[in-house]
Nanobody, 127 residues
Framework: QVQLVESGGGLVQAGGSLRLSCAAS????????MGWFRQAPGKEREFVAG????????GYADSVKGRFTISRDNAKNTVYLQMNSLKPEDTAVYYC????????????????????WGQGTQVTVSS
């Protein structure tokens, strides 16, 4: 069982930056595939960025490539999402997710592929 707690959301102007954190419980955190998703009002939850189980490979949605960076600190059981050059369309609730399974080289990008979810943190980007 893994518990995930996100933090770091808030209100920022367009062009600004935020760093989200996801603190995970559990001794086997380093073996989990991790991902960030987001959900805007009236829209489905969508993949933003993720790590493979190996922790080596990363993947990003086209909409955030070059602006967002995912990283992990296994010693702190924490995954981060650095978000730069934020746009109003990045406004959403951001969720951290973990998966016990998955390829060591392929990033999991769909909601059903993840077993555990955090409660979410709101990110609002004003124009």
């Amino acid at each position: 069982q893994v518990q995930l707690v996100e933090s770091g959301g808030g209100l920022v102007q367009a062009g600004g930056s935020l760093r989200l954190s996801c603190a995970a419980s559990g001794r086997t955190f380093s073996s989990y595939a991790m991902g960030w998703f987001r959900q805007a009002p009236g829209k489905e939850r969508e993949f933003v960025a993720g790590f493979t189980r190996s922790g080596i490979n990363t993947g990003y949605a086209d909409s955030v490539k070059g602006r967002f960076t995912i990283s992990r600190d296994n010693a702190k059981n924490t995954v981060y999402l650095q978000m730069n050059s934020l746009k109003p369309e990045d406004t959403a609730v951001y969720y951290c997710a973990a998966s016990r399974l998955g390829s060591p080289i392929m990033v999991r990008t769909t909601v059903p592929q993840y077993d555990y979810w955090g409660q979410g943190t709101q990110v609002t980007v004003s124009s």
